[in-house]
């Protein structure tokens, strides 16, 4: 998912830097490339996340998130819990499988009872063909994957931040709403009841912090409008 917007003189730090933070969570949320590992166990990543939070001007406390994994390991954890399922035979004589998906799915619709699969994505779907965005052809996934909607928040953000601050930061905060906020909430509480998470249940925290603080500092700014 990608677009370009202009950067005007005037351009809104805050917002600008609440995009980026988007975008790192949305980077941190992938597979894990060696990149991101360097800079996970080398503490960069930390900082850089850091140092984005201070220039948002949210309350946020940033937890300590680093990695004493080496690549392969970090690889195989993010695998463990986002991307393989559990299979277990019930009955060898008639070859019964029990399968389930992963134990922290990345996907809004797993944690959406009150809505179907298709209701959520054909609203992802309009929400990003309103701004003339498209999923990736080369790397396709549902459209209410974890990182296209940080993404998407990250480009609304950006939007604020340089043509069209209300009526951006009005569309996020609906977003958050509709659909991030549910996807947050949904991983952090996930990610707390799972053993062995390492860098990844303080990246969830952080990523629920960002969602919520940013979603009520949204709505206290519309509130007094």
């Known amino acids: 998912m990608a677009a370009t917007v202009d950067a005007p003189d005037d351009l809104d ?8 933070l988007y975008r790192a969570l949305a980077h941190a949320f992938q597979y894990p490339d060696e990149a991101f590992h360097e800079a996970a166990a080398s503490g960069a990543l930390e900082t850089e996340l ?16 680093g990695t004493d994994d080496d690549y392969e390991t970090l690889a195989a954890r993010y695998n463990d819990i ?12 008639d070859g019964s499988l029990d399968a ?28 990003y063909q309103f701004y003339g965005l498209e999923i990736d ?15 998407f928040a990250a480009f609304l953000a950006r939007r604020e931040a340089a043509v ?8 996020r905060l609906d977003f958050h709403d509709r659909h ?23 990246l969830a925290e952080l990523l629920e912090a960002v969602v919520r603080a940013d979603r009520n500092d949204l709505a206290e700014r519309e509130a007094e409008q």
């Open 13 to 20: 730090l805050d917002a600008a830097a609440r995009a980026t």
């Open 50 to 65: 850091g140092a984005c939070i201070d220039r948002t001007g949210l309350d946020i406390d940033l937890p300590s998130i």
């Open 82 to 93: 986002f991307e393989l399922g559990y299979s277990e035979y019930t009955d060898r004589t």
């Open 100 to 127: 389930q998906g992963p134990p922290v799915p990345l996907y809004e619709s797993k944690y959406r009872p009150d809505r179907s699969w298709n209701d959520v994505n054909l609203d992802l779907a309009r929400a």
């Open 137 to 151: 052809q080369e790397d396709r996934d549902n459209h209410d994957a974890l990182s296209y909607e940080l993404e």
């Open 164 to 171: 069209d601050g209300e009526n951006a930061a009005a569309a």
């Open 180 to 202: 991030l906020g549910h996807l947050a909430a949904g991983v952090a509480d996930r990610l707390a009841d799972e053993p062995g998470t390492d860098i990844y249940g303080p």
